[in-house]
T-cell receptor, first 114, second 113 residues
Framework: DAKTTQPTSMDCAEGRAANLPCNHS???????VYWYRQIHSQGPQYIIH???NNETNEMASLIITEDRKSSTLILPHATLRDTAVYYC???????????????FGQGTILTVHP | DAGVTQSPTHLIKTRGQQVTLRCSPK?????VSWYQQALGQGPQFIFQYYEEEERQRGNFPDRFSGHQFPNYSSELNVNALLLGDSALYLC????????????FGPGTRLTVT
């Protein structure tokens, strides 16, 4: 699975959009981008994933650049409860590949301030 | 619809002992993965079970073993505990096909003294 690079930490004001970047310059054509977050002392929570098109769900939006070498997770109206470590993970899917292994890096610590 | 459940929540063991952790996957999921998360680190993949077989394994010694039951629940066993095995142990479940995300349980906090 391709390696990802994320900033160590970011701050955001409550109510504002939080934009979390991720670099995955060695991504392959069959690799998806996944985002998870982990609130202190809890299990990671799946947020969203995508291949090459932008994706949106009830939690967030995922913007993937046209060359797929980077992506941005957008929390449109951050709240204090969004304070967490956010992990960007690139993973091969399909063709007999195991669906079990996620390779977590250090992630981005997002702190939402009042 | 229950999510992924794990037991126990916390556990304290002594060096050299053995421990068994348990996981029930989310309803409709039949693939279970286990992760170890040391303090301040991201989770590290231990192994994955599907159809009662270990399908993929991370870089963990044979002291770490597992089992999956016909109802898809799973156990993680660790023998000859070391101080370095102290960590949060996470279970995640998913379906074996498609691109869907994995769903994690709350974890079991293991402390080895």
């Amino acid at each position: 699975d391709a390696k990802t690079t994320q900033p160590t930490s970011m701050d955001c004001a409550e109510g504002r959009a939080a934009n979390l970047p991720c670099n995955h310059s060695t991504i392959s054509g069959n690799e998806y981008v996944y985002w998870y977050r982990q609130i202190h002392s809890q299990g990671p929570q799946y947020i969203i994933h995508g291949l090459k098109n932008n994706e949106t769900n009830e939690m967030a939006s995922l913007i993937i650049t046209e060359d797929r070498k980077s992506s941005t997770l957008i929390l449109p109206h951050a709240t204090l409860r969004d304070t967490a470590v956010y992990y960007c993970i690139v993973r091969v899917v399909g063709g007999g590949t195991s669906y079990g292994k996620l390779t977590f890096g250090q992630g981005t610590i997002l702190t939402v301030h009042p | 619809d229950a999510g992924v459940t794990q037991s126990p929540t916390h556990l304290i063991k002594t060096r050299g002992q053995q421990v068994t952790l348990r996981c029930s996957p989310k309803s409709g999921h039949d693939t279970v993965s286990w992760y170890q998360q040391a303090l301040g680190q991201g989770p590290q993949f231990i192994f994955q079970y599907y159809e009662e077989e270990e399908r993929q394994r991370g870089n963990f010694p044979d002291r770490f073993s597992g089992h999956q039951f016909p109802n898809y629940s799973s156990e993680l066993n660790v023998n000859a505990l070391l101080l370095g095995d102290s960590a949060l142990y996470l279970c995640a479940s998913t379906i074996p096909t498609g691109t869907g995300g994995q769903y994690f349980g709350p974890g079991t906090r293991l402390t080895v003294t």
